[in-house]
């Protein structure tokens, strides 16, 4: 077994988005949500995903004979949308930052960002600008933490996430006037396949900023082995999600 000595000096190679971003390629995210937007959109037209992440959901949704540009911060994530089999142009801005022509996309999607939270007002009337036909965000609407990726496996009292759901954060967030057209939910399962989890417990207890001889670092690692199940390449974690989409503008 990989003892936590050596685990603590690869720690800091865990890049939370990339962490994040492949524990969404295994899980049935995309499988769970395309459906509902495409139920919600019939044609998706030209296509913005902002804060496109590591493109699953843009990719799924995307008229293969129309243009899809992704807006994306990451060094890290862009280098994973380069990546896939027909990759979008990527624009390396944050959305307040991104030149985007107006009303120049038909569809207008954002998924699991910040700014849901932060300026919702803002951000939608960004969003709207830059959108012909619809806006299309996908906003986590499980009971749980938000932040911390896999907090969702750990005690409440280690974690001291907020809980309230991201949907009502949103919806309280937003003028009356602002409300979306459409809502919809999907559940699904956040899972991630670990393949040393000696590592991923001392990045977690990193992240909650425990001392190194902070003896929950152990009960971590404990928590983590009795949650997980095994793989071929490690060891899986699943958490319960659910998700809302929430759509403005015409079909």
Do not use: N
């Not at 050596?6 to 492949?22: G, N, V």
């Not at 496109?52 to 994973?80: F, H, K, V």
């Not at 750990?154 to 996430?161: I, V």
């Not at 082995?225 to 929430?246: E, F, H, W, Y």
Request: hydrophobic residues 45%; positive net charge; glycine residues 6%.
């Amino acid at each position: 077994m990989t003892s936590f000595c050596a685990s603590a000096a690869r720690r800091r190679d865990i890049d939370a988005l990339e962490l994040y971003a492949s524990a969404i390629e295994t899980s049935d995210y995309v499988a769970a949500l395309a459906p509902l937007v495409r139920r919600a959109v019939p044609e998706i037209g030209r296509l913005l995903d902002v804060g496109a992440g590591g493109g699953q959901l843009g990719a799924a949704l995307r008229d293969p004979a129309l243009p899809w540009t992704a807006i994306e911060p990451s060094a890290t994530l862009r280098a994973r949308l380069g990546r896939l089999a027909r990759p979008p142009p990527v624009i390396a801005a944050g959305w307040q930052a991104a030149d985007v022509p107006a009303r120049g996309h038909d569809t207008v999607l954002a998924a699991t960002m910040p700014a849901f939270f932060e300026q919702p007002e803002t951000f939608l009337a960004r969003c709207l600008a830059w959108a012909r036909r619809r806006v299309v965000w996908v906003v986590p609407a499980h009971s749980g933490p938000r932040g911390l990726c896999f907090a969702g496996c750990l005690p409440s009292e280690w974690h001291r996430e907020d809980e309230t759901r991201g949907i009502d954060i949103v919806m309280q967030g937003l003028a009356p006037s602002s409300r979306p057209h459409h809502i919809a939910f999907a559940d699904w399962t956040f899972s991630a396949i670990v393949p040393d989890l000696d590592e991923l417990a001392f990045y977690l207890a990193d992240r909650l900023g425990w001392a190194a001889r902070d003896p929950r670092r152990a009960d971590l690692k404990r928590h983590l082995v009795v949650q997980a199940r095994p793989d071929a390449a490690g060891a899986r974690l699943d958490i319960a999600r659910k998700s809302a989409v929430l759509v403005w503008g015409s079909r």
